[in-house]
């Protein structure tokens, strides 16, 4: 499964890129394949190990947090992260 998430804290003033850069380290530390941009930080793996990232992600600083999360759930799709990118590109260059 893909998960991308969003997490921003509440209360800390408007520059809060420190709190995000904490989120996002605690994802590359979970050695899952995952993927930061402007706006999301995706991440792939079974539910459990999934959602356990995530969970710490938004515990890893911030006290109250907004939480966006989107999931493709896909038994059996491994490498998504990739493959899904790839099969748009090879659309584009065709």
């Known amino acids: 499964m893909i998960?991308?998430?969003?997490?921003?804290?509440?209360?800390?003033g408007e520059d809060v890129g420190e709190y995000v850069a904490d989120a996002v380290r605690v994802v590359r530390e979970s050695g899952l394949p995952n993927r930061t941009?402007?706006?999301?930080t995706s991440i792939e793996g079974e539910w459990d190990e999934v959602v356990d990232v995530v969970k710490r992600a938004v515990e890893?600083?911030?006290g109250r947090v907004s939480?966006?999360?989107?999931a493709d759930i896909?038994?059996?799709v491994t490498d998504g992260l990739?493959?899904?990118?790839?099969?748009?590109?090879?659309?584009?260059?065709?």
Do not use: H, I, N, Q
């Open 3 to 12: 998960v991308a998430f969003s997490v921003s804290p509440l209360g800390v």
């Open 37 to 40: 941009d402007a706006m999301f």
């Open 60 to 62: 890893a600083r911030a």
């Open 67 to 70: 939480l966006v999360l989107k």
């Open 74 to 76: 896909r038994p059996g």
């Open 82 to 94: 990739t493959s899904k990118v790839e099969t748009v590109e090879r659309y584009l260059a065709g």
